[in-house]
């Protein structure tokens, strides 16, 4: 089981969104039979000012996690055998 997370570029929406399709397009292709799940893209702010805010880059990590983590716990539940998987 596999989630991915991948970071995309706010200054073009619309070629990020359709960047993002074919990776995922081409991933789960790839992957077959293998149980994966591509996370809709989280945006980020790109001020470079935002480095150094400690509240903000807390809050995206843990949007990042939890996202992760939720995608984790579906499809650990598609599991047909706990260990073996």
Do not use: W
Not at 13 to 20: L, N, T
Not at 38 to 50: G, K, N, T
Request: charged letters at 30%; aromatic letters at 8%.
């Amino acid at each position: 089981m596999t989630a991915f997370f991948i970071p995309g570029n706010v200054g073009d929406a619309r070629a990020s969104e359709s960047a993002y399709g074919e990776i995922r397009r081409q991933t789960e292709l790839a992957m077959g039979r293998r149980r994966t799940e591509l996370l809709d893209p989280i945006h980020v702010d790109q001020d470079p000012e935002r480095v150094n805010d400690r509240d903000y880059v807390t809050s995206i990590h843990h949007e990042v996690q939890s996202a992760i983590q939720r995608a984790m716990d579906r499809l650990a539940k598609q599991r047909r055998f706990p260990i073996f998987g």
